[in-house]
């Protein structure tokens, strides 16, 4: 096949798959099932030059999808493969219930960063990770008719992945209608010493003003918007749950007619069954956002 043919035709076959599963009229009982697919992302685009890898994103899509709610990007932990979500949680058994659109993307090691720097030892990919998810990622996705501007768009992520809900918000500003932030670091200079982001933004004493202004937060509480479920263990000996705690009174502070709600577990510790416990609730919060 002619190779320009074939890239004209590809969102059409992704969209052609995915509404497959979309034949069941509104209303009707949710069966069990689903379908889940895989597209393939560029790392970056054309104009760099050179062979772009791809990255694997799994879109899950209730066997019933007339009635969707809407789409949730899922975010992973740092490292972790974004099939942890789908094996170790009962996210898809949720989204099947509730009638949501689930996709999974593949993140690697990434702080959800938008630049690099001399310093930076730590290179997810040939694009920073927080630029991708905006620059790639989302209209990829977008062009196959999913997180469609003015749509039903929602985040959920744990650890990493749960800081990556809060930067993914702020770098594609109106995109989400809510988002659920699990386990995350919302402000990089209360872990002055943590090599995920020393390697990322160079010795935190020698870049002080970088670590406060780029791809932190708590930084852009004014210009804070999306409605936002926080959630944190107590026990937690990987992220301290203070993290979360500053994010929200920061945002309940300046926003105080703001949609958040910060739920904090006594026992639970940096773990699946502390984040699969979330998840109703998280379900819940994002049904409940108008």
């Not at 035709?9 to 599963?21: C, D, G, R």
């Not at 219930?97 to 960063?113: A, Q």
């Not at 990770?129 to 003015?150: E, S």
């Not at 004014?222 to 945002?251: E, N």
């Amino acid at each position: 096949m002619n190779p320009s043919l074939k890239n004209a035709l590809f969102p059409l076959v992704v969209m052609l798959l995915i509404a497959a599963q979309c034949a069941c009229r509104e209303g009707a009982p949710i069966p069990a099932g689903g379908s889940l697919v895989t597209l393939k992302v560029p790392e970056r685009t054309e104009s760099t030059g050179g062979a772009a890898a791809a990255i694997p994103v799994d879109i899950f899509t209730p066997s019933c999808a007339g009635a969707l709610r809407g789409d949730v990007l899922v975010l992973p932990g740092w490292n972790h493969s974004r099939t942890r979500w789908q094996k170790e949680t009962r996210i898809m058994n949720l989204a099947r219930e509730r009638r949501f659109r689930l996709v999974f993307p593949e993140m690697g090691k990434t702080n959800y960063e938008t630049a690099y720097f001399p310093e930076t030892i730590l290179k997810w990919a040939a694009t920073p990770g927080g630029a991708w998810v905006r620059d790639m990622l989302i209209p990829a996705l977008q062009k196959n008719g999913l997180l469609t501007n003015g749509g039903k768009n929602y985040l959920v992520g744990y650890s990493t992945g749960g800081r990556g809900v809060l930067l993914v918000s702020l770098q594609n500003p109106g995109l989400f209608t809510a988002g659920a932030s699990l386990s995350g670091d919302c402000d990089q200079t209360l872990l002055p010493d943590e090599p995920l982001y020393t390697e990322q933004y160079g010795p935190y004493k020698q870049f002080r003003e970088r670590w406060t202004r780029v791809d932190n937060p708590m930084t852009d509480i004014a210009v804070w918007r999306m409605p936002l479920y926080l959630g944190h263990g107590k026990k937690d000996t990987v992220c301290p749950w203070s993290q979360t705690q500053v994010f929200y009174d920061a945002v309940r502070t300046t926003h105080p007619n703001l949609r958040i709600l910060l739920h904090l577990e006594e026992t639970a510790a940096h773990d699946f069954a502390y984040w699969n416990s979330e998840l109703p609730a998280v379900f819940d919060f994002f049904q409940s956002v108008p």
